[in-house]
C-alpha cells in the first residue's frame, strides 16, 4: 500500500500539529494558575470595580426603570435576582469572562489564525476571521448572562434550586440537538444540495439505513477553510445532512457516500445510556455546586455572606476545571469507540472499502491529520481514533 503522506507532507503535518502537543501540555498548568490568580487576587477588585460601575449606570440611566416596556424588563430581572443588584452580578461575571478572553486572545489568534494560514488551511480574510471571533465572543458573553441569571438567581430563591435546575436543563441539552441546524447558519451559509446523481444516491442510501431526514444541504465553509467535512445537524423531523462545499468538491461520489454512511453510523448508536449518564453527572455536579455555595457562605469567602454571592464565580469554574479535565479522557475513550463503530457501519451500509478508505486518505490529506499523534494526545481526551488506526483498520479486499 502507498503511504498515506510523502515525507515532505508528513513533515508539514508534525510542524502543524507540534504547537497544539505543547498546548495540550501547557494549557493545564496555565488555567489552573490563572484561576489561582482570579480567585487569590482579582475577585476583590473586579467586584468592587463592577458595583461601581453598575451604581455608575444605575444614577445615569436609573429612570429607565419606569420606561414603559422596560419596566416590565427590569422588574422581571429583580424577581428572577430575588432582589435588585443583578446588575453588579451580570458586570462581575462579564469582566471574569473578559478578563480571561483577553489574556488568551494573542494565543488564541496565532493558533486559529496565523497557524492556519501558515499551513494552508484556513482562507478566513482578517476582517471576516475578526467578525467570527465577535459573533463567538458575544454568544459566549450571553451564555455567561443566562447562566448567572439562570443558576445563581435560582440559587438565591429556591432552597432545591440544583433539583429544580438540573431537571429542565437535562432536557433542554436534549432540545438543544434538535436545534442544532439553526446554530451551523448563524457562521455559514447553507444552500440544498441540487437535484442529481448525489442527492438520489444518498436518499438511496439513507433509504437502506432506515433513517429519516429533512433535506441535504451545502454549507460554505471555503469562506474560512480549506477543510473537508460532513456532519448530520438536528434529530427526527429536523434532521440535516451537511455536506461542505469543500468536500463536495475534493471528493468523488463514491467518497461522500462513504462519508455519509459514517454520519449514520452516528444515528444508530444507543444515546440513552449517555444521554442517562450525562443528566446524571449534570445533577451530580450541581450538587457539588451547591455544597460548594454553602461553604463559601459558611466561611464567608471573598466577603460572601449571603448564599449563592456571585463572587464565588470563579471558585465553581475552578470545579468544572477540574471535573472536565478528569472526564475528557473517559469520554474521548467512549467517543473513539463510537468512532469506531460507525466507521464498521458505514462499511457494511455502502459495501464499498475502497472507496471508504480513500474518503479516510483524502480527509487525512486535505485536513493534514496526523496520522500517528503521541499516545498520551489520544488518551487526554481525542474525539477521533488517529486517522492511521482508522485506515488500517479497513478491511481493504
Ligand atoms: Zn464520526
Known sequence: MEPLFTPEQLADIHAYHLPYYIRAAVDPFVSLGLLALMLGVLVHPLYRGASAAAAGLERRFGALREAPVLRVVFHAMDRLWGESGWGAAILFALGVDLFIKVLYLPVDVWFSYVLEHRHGLSTYTPGAFAWDLLKGT??????????????????????RWWLVLGVPVAVLMLVASALDPYRARLYFDQAPLPAGTLRTRITGLMARADIAFADVVVEKTSVASRRVGAYFAGQGPTRTIVLNDVIVRELSEDEILAAVAHEAGHVNESRWPGRIASSLALLALLFAIDRLLRLAQARAWWGATRFADIRTLPLISLLLFFVIILSSPLSGAFSREREREADRYGLRLTGDPQAFRRMLVKAARVNKMDPEPPRWVVLKGMSHPPIGERIADIPVP
Open 138 to 159: 458575544l454568544l459566549g458573553a450571553a451564555a455567561v448572562v443566562a447562566l448567572v441569571i439562570g443558576l445563581y438567581g435560582l440559587a438565591r430563591r429556591v432552597r
